[in-house]
Nanobody, 121 residues
Framework: QVQLVESGGGLVQPGGSLRLSCAAS????????MGWYRQAPGKERELVAV???????DYADSVKGRFTISRGVAQNTVYLQMNSLKPEDTAVYYC???????????????WGQGTLVTVSS
């Protein structure tokens, strides 16, 4: 019914930049939140950045000033611009969306498959 497809991960040197993209597709009636989470090896999944429709973005303290989340014109896409990357940013990054599937009437959370970001020299 609904798919979130991420792209843009890869290997980058410390201090470098990457831009992640995520597009939601399917029978979407309403979408009010999109964001990014990450999970490093041996750690729990954590919030990186989130953007609620009509609201200000929210960031994890560890990425403030370095990462920027933005929504696309079509509003079913979300981007994460990551600058000044550090080795501790290495993780699988997951796109998340809260939306209403056509015909369901209730908000549900959906996840992408994840994209690996590796920061290493």
């Amino acid at each position: 019914q609904v798919q979130l497809v991420e792209s843009g991960g890869g290997l980058v040197q410390p201090g470098g930049s990457l831009r992640l993209s995520c597009a939601a597709s399917g029978s979407i009636l309403s979408l009010n939140k999109m964001g990014w989470y990450r999970q490093a090896p041996g750690k729990e999944r954590e919030l990186v950045a989130v953007k609620i429709s009509g609201g200000d973005p929210d960031y994890a303290d560890s990425v403030k000033g370095r990462f920027t989340i933005s929504r696309g014109v079509a509003q079913n896409t979300v981007y994460l611009q990551m600058n000044s990357l550090k080795p501790e940013d290495t993780a699988v990054y997951y796109c998340n969306a809260r939306l209403v599937v056509l015909g369901s009437g209730t908000y549900r959370e959906f996840w992408g498959q994840g994209t690996l970001v590796t920061v290493s020299s």
